[in-house]
């Protein structure tokens, strides 16, 4: 770690796209996303380097919101990825690091057509071996504040119920309408997987829910959606074949309308 890095998780960037004249208010119905992009690494990961390849799938995944996990921000490279898909797609972007990585800042990341009216990071770090945290940003909208967290929980089933439970408890998530997703690394009925069920009314058991893990043949359900305040109308994996070699997961799209 660099010897003046903050401790993380800590907000890092948080940029606004150019001025798009729908005065920046989310209508009844969205589109969003969840895409953990494997540190930019492709499918095999490693010290592989192929940013432009998740690059491509969030842009054909075309949607209003994206929650990313895993993004890498090089500190031995020119370019940012996000910052340049950012900027390349027109999004509002918001970003934490969670961890410093030996390549650069590893952490969530949000992509918003709509302007950010807030962002915060959660700590969720409660084992001594796993950094965790969560991206929380507020949109407005015509039903008023809408939370959207994204986040990427840890391997250890206690561990992921402390963290949901944390989550539940922040009172940018406890009220209002809320959509929390991202990589939950769960496949199978545990506590915090009930937790987010009884909280969001959602599904939870792996057969209710789409396979993202792995790209290439996925079996795992390891990346979820949550929404209290809005109905799913539809969820499903983007298993294109540009999205089979951007990552080892698949992006879930979700369509939602707000109540």
Do not use: C
């Amino acid at each position: 770690m660099p010897r003046d890095a903050p401790d993380a998780p800590y907000l890092s960037t948080h940029l606004a796209a150019p001025p798009d004249g729908d005065g920046g208010v989310v209508g009844r119905s969205l589109t969003v996303a969840s895409y953990n992009v494997h540190r930019w690494a492709g499918v095999r990961g490693g010290k592989a380097y192929r940013p432009e390849r998740a690059s491509a799938v969030i842009e054909e995944i075309d949607a209003d919101v994206l929650a990313l996990q895993e993004v890498l921000r090089p500190s031995d490279r020119d370019d940012d990825p996000i910052t340049d898909v950012a900027e390349a797609l027109g999004y509002h972007l918001a970003f934490v690091v969670t961890r410093q990585h030996k390549r650069g800042e590893l952490g969530n990341a949000v992509l918003s057509r709509w302007p950010l009216a807030g962002a915060l990071a959660i700590d969720l770090s409660f084992g001594r071996l796993e950094r965790r945290a969560a991206l929380a940003v507020r949109l407005r909208s015509e039903v008023g504040l809408v939370t959207v967290a994204a986040t990427h929980l840890a391997l250890v089933d206690r561990t992921r119920a402390r963290q949901v439970r944390a989550l539940l408890e922040h009172p940018q998530i406890a009220s209002g309408p809320a959509v929390l997703l991202g990589d939950m690394n769960a496949w199978r009925p545990t506590r915090a997987s009930r937790a987010l069920a009884e909280a969001f009314e959602a599904r939870h058991h792996n057969r209710d829910w789409p396979a993202s893990y792995p790209s290439v043949r996925p079996v795992l359900a390891l990346d979820r959606l949550y929404a209290r305040g809005a109905t799913v109308v539809s969820l499903k994996t983007h298993a294109t074949e540009a999205a089979r070699k951007g990552s080892d997961h698949l992006p879930i799209v979700a369509r939602l309308r707000l109540e």
